[in-house]
DNA sequence: CGTAGTCTTGATCCACATCAATTCGTGTGG
DNA sequence: CCACACGAATTGATGTGGATCAAGACTACG
């Protein structure tokens, strides 16, 4: 396996599996260029810190491959997620130095990151990469919204239903995207990461996984591996009839 | 009292209170007249919902004055509020044409708003507005990760204590503004809304902020008024003691 | 005064946390 | 190939913080 930056990865952005999801997505072909000059890669194994909250942070990056998750912990050491780190997903604030959250590598990751002060300039001058920032920032609050609907006020139960309904539905394409019906999926998180994500502790998600198996909900191979028979019933699960946790 | 629309108000945007902290903030005098010309003014007493969740919205706005809340829903009456709107804070989302929260004026609220089509046409063309409404989103994501570690993690004590620290916080400046010591000011929350935003029942809050007002931490003077002898002790109560909760 | 809204306080209950073993899965070294 | 070790996950027993149910108390207002 690959160590933290033992091999400088190479990429087009002609290439680059997130090129119009991205940061980067509304850039022309000359602005791309200019990125390009200031980008460099940095990949980092499963269960490797990228920063610490409060670090001095010199770049910003976007996630190329892999999971990443933000956290935040209070001094007695319980943590929340507060943020769910997925391919195209942009990390960092141009404006401020230090890092806000922690952010972990959950599967190995490659970034693209860009030196902060060269990437702020840029967009000073290059309205599309502001623009495509506002939107996705726009979308991250919405998620967060959604997310606080959830640690607020949704039982155990509906928390799981709802993560994993998150998970299918962001699988879903790779799979056959038409039917609503059985639907396949790794859970990419461990269940201590889940908790740490659902406001929970990891015993109590063990539990609800099991209640979900044991009322035929899902179907476990394995631990990670789930599938959902009928994922409209997982969907009433997780509280939120109408779309199952993130707005459109 | 004012009814809706039934007083149109007037105001040059050079007199407005929110001209430096709203999402015009950056805009030069020209980019003002602009605006000046696609604004309206509208007010709401206190209780009135000024949209519903999935509601055409074909606005978008500043607060100007007043507090209003944004409040999810679940279908059996569970709700959640996800964001607190102060002076200067924007209600609506570019680009999206039914409204994703419910907003709802907490005290009399003045709002300054422009109809959606001529703002986004304008916000294609003046970096200013989009560089502006990136940052104040920004700012609001972070204050919903900081919410998402309350609500996730924190005691329902530590909950309220955050509560009063941001409320103390933000009402500082207007009293006097050094000493960290004896702070005043007036909840503008009634019990039901503080529980919709902690995520605990109005018992629950009522009965934590008894037991604040028991060991000393804060002083009430009627069920709105609160003053703080020491801030220090409140911020230790929020468990986060850096900053109590909102990040800089 | 009475009524309605807001708030407080008490008694009880229960969902989830906590504490404590096992079990499962995977890799490692003899 | 087996023994064992270590981390991840499950499962059980018990405790508790906050929800729920239920009276009252305070305030404002007609």
Redesign the pocket.
């Known amino acids: 396996m690959a160590h933290d930056d033992v091999h400088p990865v190479s990429l087009t952005c002609g290439d680059c599996p997130i090129r119009h999801r991205a940061v980067c997505a509304r850039c022309d072909v000359d602005e791309i260029e200019e990125l390009e000059d200031i980008k460099y890669y940095r990949s980092f194994e499963a269960g490797q810190t990228v920063v610490w909250a409060g670090d001095k942070m010199d770049f910003v990056a976007s996630v190329v491959s892999g999971i990443a998750t933000l956290t935040q912990t209070l001094e007695d050491g319980r943590t929340q997620m507060v943020g769910l780190l997925l391919p195209s997903d942009f990390v960092g604030r141009p404006g401020r130095s230090g890092a806000a959250y922690n952010v972990t590598a959950t599967t190995n990751i490659l970034m693209c990151c860009f030196r902060k002060k060269p990437f702020e300039e840029m967009m000073e001058r290059t309205p599309h990469i502001a623009q495509r920032l506002l939107q996705m920032t726009l979308d991250e609050l919405d998620a967060a919204r959604e997310w606080m609907l959830l640690l607020g006020r ?4 509906e ?1 799981i239903a709802s993560l994993l309904s998150i998970v299918a539905r962001r699988d879903a394409p790779l799979n056959h995207a038409a039917q609503t019906s059985e639907v396949t999926f790794d ?1 990419p998180l ?3 990461a889940m ?1 740490d994500y659902l ?12 209640a979900l198996k044991r009322d035929g909900v899902i179907v ?1 191979e ?3 591996h789930v599938s959902v028979p009928d994922m409209d019933r997982l969907l009433m699960e997780a509280g939120d009839d109408s779309d199952g946790g993130l707005l459109i």
């Open positions: 949704k039982t155990a139960r928390k859970l461990t269940r201590e908790a406001g929970l502790t990891l015993e109590t998600v063990s539990r609800q996984i099991s476990l394995g631990k990670r």
